[in-house]
């Protein structure tokens, strides 16, 4: 793969946070930020639970904080945006400045600052969450980073830890060549390693494509490798640790505080993958190269709050691990994806988890490069929005193109029109009236998203047609332009506008099905911008939502928090602000019914000349290999005489070319196969 340079990944990053900052009206230091701290949610360095909340005095300089609950870190984030064509280099003198503004906000917070602050205001709830924090001792570490998209000066090669009233306390600084090498690591697999000493035992086995060991991990080196490691071991899993709320974590801690020695008989263990392992002379595994929990991250995790938060001595327990070594890195998160899928779980497998391998993305990517935006305000240039399924996607598919081709790329897919799939997630959840899903954060955001795709699919497998991708691009729209009417509004003062928007289009969506209609989304989408009507609507909605969340209920700690339950928005609901959507915004029932069935009929069109088409090219070989298959084990694959004649036929190349039926049992057959494992 073409190596792309930090310089240009440089401008297009800055590219980003421009285009960014000017869809939704946001500051460019916020737009930074907030694009960074997804970046370390992404890579395990910062928790869902972080929080952007902006503080100024003299001496002092914030812009957010994270805490991970699970291994109490606490982290205060302060960014320096250069905004400059060229990379700046963050001076020592600068750097020491922000960590001691960062410093002595801390130190003002645990001397209750919050005292001084206007409630409502989110630095408020970030001052008393630290205060808290600190006072009811669930803190073990604290961290102090600089964002920047500057690099870090060469004379500073290391930052060493303090202590600050007896609490360990790290100095990070995340700048552009950090940010660079998370993105190499994705798509360039860069390495990340394990040095460990592990007696094991090889199981041969007949497949090319990966070796598999099973080892035994002891409780000790499991802590040590997530204190060190987080959320990081499980990149490719979805699943998050449920505390010990479930009756086998609970099972897990009594096993590891009473009878240590048995864990290894009562436990499912780890299955896990790697790219690479290393061996000593004596069979040893002595180093294991990208290393991902797939199915076990409850035990691992439990283990490490075992240790940390129970203080319980896990030395003595031993898990055993089924570690299997991908050869191949391209077939890597496939791979993930199944055995995650086939494993014995030991809680309930969200469907959320298996997401990343949805037909959903396929149809947005096809929708995406396939629909033309109408030309706009003079321009006679048409346009696509790119449907960027993976962080980074917009500027990997330019890494091959000459510098004409690339101009060409980005005129017809400007940044502007990137569309991210975790804030597709967002801007559907709020029209689906899930306004306290999205204010969890973006990754409950997601999931959420994710659940409800795959349930509408299992439903209807033509869901995802034409009409939904214009829809859905006409609410992401809708979401960025909520977004300025908040920030441009006079009575808006700074604090919690992610909350607002959500609530506010989420409250429009509750006044559009009260209608009984429909929105009419096409009149967004056909001006790529929101019409008069809609924004003079919006603009007295918002003002009441942000009236109603500031006005919370007695006994709930701050906004934020309130805006994260679903009481919020029954309350919200209740609102009776005496206005109706106009006319012009929605569509009759009927008509939309009318819409939605002609669409149909175009996917299935679409649909079956691309299986036809895919069937025709799929190699003989395989076909044979697929009657083979379903021949050997035609009394357990409950398929019919009929379509095992059709694929004989197609094997022995009989079938020039199949019929539109004949080609729909042949997929089905290959889906199937492919399903069960008999199709690598």
Not at 13 to 24: K, P, T, V, Y
Not at 400 to 419: G, I
Request: glycine share 4%; net charge neutral.
């Amino acid at each position: 793969m073409k190596m792309i340079s930090l310089s240009e990944f440089h401008q297009d990053f800055l590219q980003s946070i421009l285009s960014d900052a000017e869809s939704r009206g946001l500051m460019k230091a916020q737009a930074f930020f907030e694009n960074v701290c997804e970046e370390l949610v992404s890579t395990g360095d910062l928790t869902n639970n972080y929080t952007a909340a902006e503080y100024i005095k003299t001496g002092i300089e914030v812009y957010g904080y994270d805490y991970d609950e699970e291994r109490k870190i606490l982290s205060l984030l302060v960014h320096q945006f250069f905004q400059e064509n060229e990379i700046i280099t963050l001076t020592k003198s600068l750097i020491n400045t922000k960590f001691n503004r960062l410093k002595t906000f801390y130190k003002k917070s645990i001397q209750g600052l919050y005292r001084e602050m206007e409630e409502t205001s989110e630095a408020h709830s970030m001052a008393f969450n630290i205060f808290r924090y600190i006072h009811d001792k669930h803190v073990n570490k604290i961290r102090l980073i600089i964002l920047t998209d500057g690099k870090i000066t060469r004379t500073l090669s290391e930052l060493p830890p303090e202590h600050i009233d007896g609490i360990l306390t790290e100095f990070r600084v995340v700048d552009i060549e950090y940010i660079y090498k998370a993105f190499l690591s994705e798509y360039n697999n860069s390495d990340s390693e394990f040095e460990l000493d592990l007696p094991c035992l090889e199981i041969p086995t007949l497949s090319d494509e990966y070796k598999s060991f099973l080892t035994v991990i002891k409780g000790d080196q499991i802590v040590n490798i997530y204190e060190k490691f987080g959320q990081k071991l499980f990149e490719q899993n979805v699943r998050t640790f449920l505390q010990f709320k479930g009756s086998v974590n609970k099972g897990i801690r009594n096993t590891i505080e009473y009878k240590p020695e048995m864990f290894f008989a009562y436990n499912n263990g780890i299955t896990a993958t790697a790219t690479e392992v290393e061996l000593d002379q004596n069979g040893n595994i002595t180093k294991i190269l990208n290393l991902q929990i797939v199915n076990g991250g409850q035990t691992t995790s439990a283990i490490y709050a075992a240790k940390k938060n129970s203080k319980l001595d896990v030395s003595n327990v031993s898990v055993q691990m089924k570690l299997s070594v991908v050869k191949d890195r391209e077939k890597q998160n496939d791979f993930v994806s199944k055995v995650s899928e086939y494993a014995n779980t030991q809680n309930k497998v969200n469907k959320s988890d298996f997401f990343s391998n949805s037909p959903f993305h396929k149809e947005m990517k096809n929708y995406s490069k396939r629909i033309w935006v109408s030309a706009v305000s003079g321009s006679q240039r048409r346009t696509h929005w790119f449907y960027e399924r993976v962080r980074g996607e917009y500027l990997n598919e330019q890494a091959y193109l000459s510098a004409v081709e690339k101009k060409q790329f980005q005129l017809e897919n400007p940044k502007s029109q990137l569309l991210d799939k975790t804030f597709l997630s967002k801007s559907e959840n709020v029209w689906l009236q899930k306004p306290e899903m999205v204010s969890r954060g973006a990754q409950y955001s997601f999931a959420t998203f994710a659940d409800h795709v795959t349930d509408w699919l299992e439903k209807d497998n033509l869901a995802i047609t034409e009409s939904y991708f214009r829809d859905a691009v006409s609410r992401v729209i809708l979401f960025r332009g909520v977004e300025k009417i908040v920030s441009n509004s006079e009575w808006y003062d700074g604090g919690f506008r992610a909350q607002i928007v959500a609530y506010t289009i989420s409250y429009l969506s509750y006044l559009t099905e009260k209608s009984g209609k429909h929105f009419n989304f096409n009149l967004i989408w056909e001006e790529q911008s929101l019409p008069p009507s809609l924004v003079k609507l919006i603009k007295t909605i918002t003002k009441a939502v942000y009236e109603e969340l500031l006005n919370t209920p007695e006994g709930s700690a701050n906004v934020a928090q309130w805006c994260k339950k679903t009481r919020c928005w029954e309350t919200i609901k209740l609102m009776n602000l005496g206005i109706t959507i106009d006319d012009q915004l929605l569509v009759d029932k009927e008509e939309q019914k009318f819409h939605k069935r002609e669409d149909r009929k175009d996917k299935k069109l679409d649909n079956s000349i691309e299986i036809q088409m895919f069937v025709v090219k799929t190699d003989s070989r395989i076909w044979g290999h697929l009657y083979e298959y379903y021949k050997k084990y035609e009394a357990t694959s409950n398929i019919s005489g009929t379509q095992l004649d059709i694929l004989e036929k197609m094997a022995k190349g009989k079938l020039l070319p199949p019929s539109e039926k004949q080609s729909k049992i042949l997929y089905q057959l290959y889906e199937k196969a492919e399903k069960d494992g008999a199709i690598a």
